[in-house]
Each structure stands twice: as structure tokens, then as C-alpha cells.
């Protein structure tokens, strides 16, 4: 009864941790669906991001396609070091523009340059037009970070973009979101930006693991308790 009661605990809880895991990648294709329905909607312009406007209606728009126009505060651009694109090691170039329609000032994250291998400090060459430009984009929250040794961070050139530390640096009321330039190369900049994964194939391999652990216990428990037993008994 004690090796009855071990397997049927055993087998509920590689059972539940299973069907935990589907769930879970079950969550995270819904997520990608709304990033793809949202993606497929009409085009937004910079009137959207009101100064009014709630953490709610901006959780809303994020991943939406959006045309700003405005100027770039080029003598703000940073470089973002370490950032990949088609396998390539390069900066990502982030600079802010202030918004014609509101004023705001939002964080434009540009695209990709190479770096200069025989210099790494080496700041690449990079266009920025004058006067009001027209920009197209997805909205996105503020660039994440990559592992870093802490400290504050000054200069163009970067490992990570702290937003609080920039207003300060900057003195510019930068929003808490930025948006992902798209389109073809340009200005110097390539934006081939990489596709965030999903991470279900992961979740679905652990679900595999915990439901063929499951069935390993079964399979034990009716080859050790039942089959085992049941020959035990005709040789005797």
C-alpha cells in the first residue's frame, strides 16, 4: 500500500508540473499573438502618446506601428556596445527626438552599425539629418539591459541606457518607452532587428520530461507491483 501511495504522489505531482509547463507555453504563444495583432494594426502617429496619457492605454499601444515626426537631439546620441545583428558585433544607436505634434521627447532607437575592430572606443560614423524628420516604428518599452559590472555610465559610447540616469545626465523629460526604428538600411544604420523568441519550445520540452517522467513511474509501478507479482505467483 506504502509503494502504491509513493507512485500515485509521483505520478500526480510529474503530472501536474507537465501540465504546468503547457500552461505556461500556452501563455506565452497568447502574448506573441496579441504582439502580432497589435503589430498588424493601423498605423499610429505621435498624437497618441498624450502626456496624459495611463500606464494602461500605453501598455495598450506597445508593439503598434507609429510614424513620429519630429527633431533628433543628436548631441544626446548613444551608442549601446556589445549588440549583435546577423551574428555581426556592433553598437545600437539610440537618440531621443522631440515630437513636433507634443513636444515630448521619446527615445528612438535607430538601428545598428558595425564597430571598428582596431579601435573598439571608436565612435562609428553615423548620419543625423537636420531640421523635422519623419520616422517609422513599433513602439517599445525602454531598451534592456545587458550584464553589467554597475556604476553610472557617461558618455556616447555605453553598455546600458539607465533612463533615470539619462534624464538626469541629458536634462530631458524622456519617457518611459522608445520606439524601434523599422524599415530599410539607412543613414548609415542596418535594422535587421533580431526576433525576440518566444521560449515555448523550452516549455514544451519540459513538459515532455515531467509527462514521460510520469509515465516512467506508471510503467514501474505495473511492471514491479502487477506483472512481477502476478509471475511470482504461477512459479509457485
Known sequence: MLIFAAAALGMALTFSLGMWQVGRGAEKLALQAAKDQRTAMPVLDGRSLTDDISATALQGLMHRQMVLKGRWLKENTVYLDNRQMNGRA??????????ESTGQVVLVQR?????AFNDRQALPLTETPEGVVEVTGTLAPWPSRLYDFGGVEVGALRQNLDLSTFRQQSGLDLKNFSLIQTGGASEGLLRDWPVVA?????HQGYAFQW???CALIASLYVW??????????RIV
Open 90 to 99: 556592433g553598437f545600437y544607436v539610440m537618440t531621443p527626438m522631440r515630437l
Open 111 to 115: 538601428g545598428w552599425v558595425p564597430r
Open 198 to 202: 518566444t521560449g515555448v519550445e523550452k
Open 211 to 213: 509527462f514521460g517522467l
Open 224 to 233: 514491479f507491483q502487477i506483472v512481477q507479482a502476478r509471475r511470482k505467483k
